[in-house]
């Protein structure tokens, strides 16, 4: 995750120094919280505030080139105000009709959000260009995404036809991917600390905000 911009208008990247244990990983864009007082990674289930997105890397080893690779303090982006961006979840089609997808995106709440297909099965007989944005008309915890296509685009959606996923604004039901520096679509999260705030279609990147311990 990339801070993006603050929502009271300031110009400012917020990072303060944060205690982390000298033998701790931590990548730049992660998503962190606290342990026992010293940064760690956030989990794959955080459902509470979590600290924020750290600022730099700490491999938690020597490292000649960063001095603070083994420290004992991080830089946190830690605003409670601050937008972040992500890449937004990419899936593959594993079967389709003319106006649905069926995918890995398993959520009940993705109507309003958008689909772009951004890559097609080897023969796949699905004849929209790639860039191809379509509006959610509707979506099912089984992973069946329908979608808006136009009545010139009758062909169907192939199984490994590849799509990006957009949630609408004001989704909050998004989990953190292993890694803590993207995220992933399960409609079972019911506290999840991060909120959908807007998409950048362009650049295949969704806008978000977080909870964190200061909200």
């Given amino acids: 995750m990339n801070p993006s ?3 009271t208008g300031s110009q400012v990247r ?3 120094e944060y205690p982390i244990a000298t033998n701790t990983s931590i990548q730049n864009g992660q998503a962190v919280t606290l342990t026992n007082a010293l940064v760690t990674s ?3 289930s955080s459902s509470g505030p979590i600290l924020g997105v750290a600022a730099e890397t700490h491999l938690g080893m020597n490292d ?8 004992r303090v991080i830089k946190i982006y830690d605003s409670p105000t601050q937008v972040y961006t992500c890449r937004v979840p990419e899936y593959t089609a594993t079967a389709g009709t003319a106006n649905t997808i069926t995918c890995g995106a398993a959520s009940d709440s993705l109507r309003n959000g958008f689909v772009k297909l951004v890559d097609k ?3 796949s007989t699905n004849e929209d260009v790639l860039g191809t944005v379509y509006t959610i008309t509707g979506s099912t915890t089984a992973g069946v995404i329908t979608i808006d296509r136009p009545s010139l685009s009758p062909t169907n959606i192939n ?3 590849v799509f ?3 949630p609408p604004v004001g989704y909050n039901k998004s989990r953190l991917r292993s890694g803590g520096a993207h995220i992933n679509l399960d409609s079972m999260v019911t506290d999840s600390p991060i909120t959908i705030a807007g ?3 362009s650049m295949g990147l969704a806008e978000l905000t977080i909870r964190n311990i200061y909200t």
């Fill in 5 to 7: 911009y603050d929502l």
């Fill in 14 to 16: 917020q990072a303060r």
């Fill in 42 to 44: 956030a989990s794959v």
């Fill in 64 to 71: 000649s080139m960063n001095l603070r690779s083994n420290g």
């Fill in 121 to 123: 099965e080897n023969g």
């Fill in 159 to 161: 199984a490994g036809d």
């Fill in 164 to 166: 990006e996923i957009y």
């Fill in 199 to 201: 998409s950048v279609i």
